[in-house]
């Protein structure tokens, strides 16, 4: 036998899950610990049809605990529909109201950049361009719009002649942040709130793209963030917490971008825009969250979460008032 020969190498392919129907959609869950007591089986079948759907709704279960005893084979423990269907309506609304805040913020940031424009010496073309040699791909980005945008006409007119008043109508959200902190190192304004801009960012692509926000409350989380030190100042003012647990409790992605959008749109946004914002997620927090505050008694990684928020919540509201 050679003595080269060496044994081939078999590798094991995971089988693919399968295609479920709604009906199967169930049976799983309740394999998987999952009961339909507050909500019947024939419930979950309709919310599953018409409101939501699997792969979605069962993110949610990340939440909550399993049980350690080999027999119980991963089951959830005190894992129920309802648990699953409220956490992923409170999401929903969530996600629209970040939304709502994140288009206000952007358009105040553009206003409030625009008129610092017009107050340094800035000619508003040569800050474009080197946005250009920072990103070489941007302009031809934008001039792709020409037939796929509603702005095609700024394109058409203004093509080699762009300066920082017209191209804001055509930049992304994140472009519109590159520029946004080039003219602030450019001139001398003081603006302390660029560094949260990227979470921000962040924050707002989950809530356009539809991603789960609150369906993993606890370690591991789904990536790691860095607090600044301005948000954390920021929060331990407003926070009973030790600064200890404030960092602890920041280190949640979804915590950390969400009170950094808190902290820019309360300093950002003038009247009655900000009010009327804040009002939103103060109701959100106040009457929709802890509505079926009963399902989630046994849960105290939610309960601490929603409780930090909450107080920064209403201590940013009560001072806007």
Request: some cysteine; hydrophobic content about 35%; proline content about 5%.
């Amino acid at each position: 036998m050679d003595k080269f020969w060496t044994a081939p190498i078999i590798e094991t392919i995971k089988p693919l899950p399968p295609k479920l129907s709604i009906p199967q959609q169930i049976e799983n869950m309740k394999k998987k610990g999952i009961s339909f007591s507050i909500i019947t089986e024939a419930d979950a079948r309709r919310f599953l049809s018409e409101h939501n759907y699997y792969y979605k709704l069962k993110a949610y279960a990340h939440n909550f605990d399993k049980y350690k005893d080999p027999a119980k084979n991963g089951q959830y423990i005190n894992l129920d529909f309802a648990h699953l269907k409220d956490l992923s309506t409170i999401d929903a609304r969530l996600r629209k109201i970040i939304l709502t805040m994140c288009i206000d913020l952007e358009h105040f940031l553009k206003v409030k950049m625009l008129n610092h424009c017009c107050m340094v010496d800035e000619d508003g073309y040569e800050i474009i361009q080197e946005l250009f040699r920072m990103k070489p791909s941007l302009e031809e980005e934008i001039k792709e719009k020409t037939n796929t945008s509603t702005c095609h006409g700024i394109v058409e007119k203004c093509d080699g002649q762009w300066a920082i008043w017209n191209i804001v109508e055509l930049l992304s959200f994140g472009p519109f942040i590159e520029l946004y902190i080039l003219f602030y190192s450019r001139n001398s304004f003081q603006d302390t709130g660029v560094e949260l801009l990227y979470s921000v960012r962040m924050l707002r692509n989950a809530a356009a793209h539809n991603n789960c926000l609150i369906n993993q409350m606890r370690a591991p989380f789904s990536r790691s963030v860095s607090p600044t030190y301005e948000l954390r100042n920021r929060i331990n003012k407003l926070s009973s917490l030790s600064p200890e647990k404030v960092k602890e409790r920041l280190q949640h992605p979804t915590i950390h971008d969400f009170l950094a959008l808190l902290i820019l749109y309360d300093s950002i946004v003038p009247e009655p825009t900000r009010t009327k914002g804040l009002s939103e997620i103060k109701v959100l927090f106040d009457e929709r969250m802890p509505q079926n505050k009963d399902y989630y008694r046994k849960q105290q990684g939610l309960i601490s979460s929603y409780s930090f928020v909450k107080e920064i919540v209403d201590k940013i509201t009560a001072i806007s008032d």
